[in-house]
């Protein structure tokens, strides 16, 4: 989930065409090393506008409250310019995903936490 077909396309080092023709049914066979990278390309290359699974981020999100306070405060600290935080339930934007991971990190240490 949150990887499209052009930036799977352009991690795997395959043309956006073969790709999408694949995806399309429109190419039945394909090269083993082609579909060996491909299959390699997970969600760490989804684009900042991609959508991931929002899970983790909020379970950071509430370690972090009680760091922050408030989520005003937690809103800041992810650098956006006002105190509303306003994340999705079930899906965020990979960008807010990497964001809060980072704090989290600050504040946490990487080995701890969700």
Do not use: N
Not at 27 to 33: A, C, D, E, P, S
Not at 68 to 95: E, F, H, M, N, P
């Amino acid at each position: 989930m949150g990887v499209g077909y052009k930036i799977a396309a352009d991690a795997s080092c395959t043309g956006i065409t073969t790709v999408a023709k694949i995806l399309s049914g429109e190419k039945k066979r394909i090269r083993k090393r082609t579909s060996d990278a491909i299959l390699e390309v997970d969600s760490g290359a989804a684009a900042d506008h991609a959508h991931v699974p929002a899970g983790p981020t909020w379970t950071r999100l509430r370690e972090l409250e009680v760091e922050y306070l408030t989520k005003g405060r937690l809103a800041l600290a992810l650098g956006y310019k006002t105190r509303a935080l306003q994340i999705g339930k079930k899906t965020v934007l990979a960008r807010t995903e990497m964001k809060v991971r980072r704090l989290h990190e600050r504040v946490f240490g990487s080995g701890e936490g969700a």
